[in-house]
C-alpha cells in the first residue's frame, strides 16, 4: 500500500469517526432540542382542545387539567410510532391508568384506507390506550407546524403546561418520557395527598 493510499485512508477514517460522533450527540439530545417544528415549547401554556374518543367520550381540556396528559401522535404506517405505542402501552400505560390524575390519549392520524390498519394493530399489540382519529390534523396543528414529522409525544404537567416534547423516538427518547410523566405523577400524587389533609384537618377544627 503506497503512503497516498494509506493516507486517504486515514482521512476517510478521521472523517467517518467525526460523523459518527455529530451524530450520536444530535441523537443524545432531547426531542425539544432537536427539532424546531414544534409550535409549542418546554413552559409554554398547552392549548386548548376537544375531541371524541374511540370509546365516544368527549375529551375537552378543561376536564384534563390537574392531571398528568400524555398525548401520543401516531400513524399506521410508521413503524416507529407501531414500537412506541407497544413500549407505551406496558411502561406508562399500564403503570399509571388506574393511578388517578392521569390520562393518556393516540391521537391517529387520519386517512380513511388506514383506519382498519390501525385498529388491527392495536388489536394485534394488545393495545388498549384510548385514541381518536385526527380530522383535518386538527390536534396535530395545534402543536406541531405543516412540515413536522408524523410520531410525536408531548407530555402536559397537572397546571396545563408542556412538559416534555419528543419528535425522533430512540430509546433514549422514550426514558426520558417515562422519566417525566414519573416525577410529575410523583409531585401531583404528593400535593392531592395533601389537599386531602388540609380539608381533613379544616372538617375536623369546623366540627
Known amino acids: 500500500m503506497t503512503d497516498d493510499n494509506m493516507r486517504w485512508r486515514l482521512i476517510n477514517w478521521g472523517l467517518t469517526l467525526i460523523a459518527t460522533v ?3 450527540a444530535v441523537m443524545a439530545q432531547s426531542g425539544r432540542e432537536r427539532d424546531s417544528r414544534f409550535i409549542v415549547r418546554i413552559g409554554d401554556e398547552a392549548p386548548t382542545f376537544q375531541f371524541v374518543t374511540n370509546e365516544g367520550d368527549t375529551i375537552d381540556s378543561d376536564m384534563l387539567r390537574g392531571q398528568v396528559v400524555v398525548l401520543q401522535f401516531a400513524a399506521s ?11 407505551h402501552q406496558k411502561r406508562i400505560w399500564e403503570r399509571y391508568r ?20 390501525f385498529i388491527a394493530q392495536r388489536k394485534e399489540n394488545g393495545i388498549d390506550i384510548p385514541y381518536t382519529f385526527d380530522s383535518d390534523e386538527y390536534l396535530y396543528r395545534l402543536f406541531v407546524t405543516p412540515k ?3 410520531t410525536r409525544t408531548v ?3 397537572p397546571e396545563w403546561r408542556i412538559a416534555e416534547l419528543h419528535d425522533i423516538h430512540t430509546w ?3 426514558s426520558e418520557i417515562r422519566r417525566c ?4 405523577s410523583k409531585l401531583n400524587s404528593k400535593f392531592a395527598g395533601k389537599k386531602q389533609k388540609e380539608a381533613a384537618n379544616s372538617k375536623i377544627w369546623r366540627l
Open 148 to 150: 413536522g414529522s408524523v
Open 181 to 184: 410523566v414519573r416525577k410529575l
Open 77 to 87: 404506517w410508521c413503524p416507529f410510532s407501531q414500537a412506541q405505542l407497544v413500549d
Open 22 to 24: 455529530a451524530a450520536t
Open 98 to 117: 388506574h393511578g388517578g390524575n392521569f390520562a393518556m390519549y393516540v391521537i391517529c392520524e387520519d386517512a380513511e384506507a388506514d383506519r382498519s390498519i
Open 172 to 174: 433514549r427518547d422514550m
Open 155 to 157: 407530555v402536559i404537567s
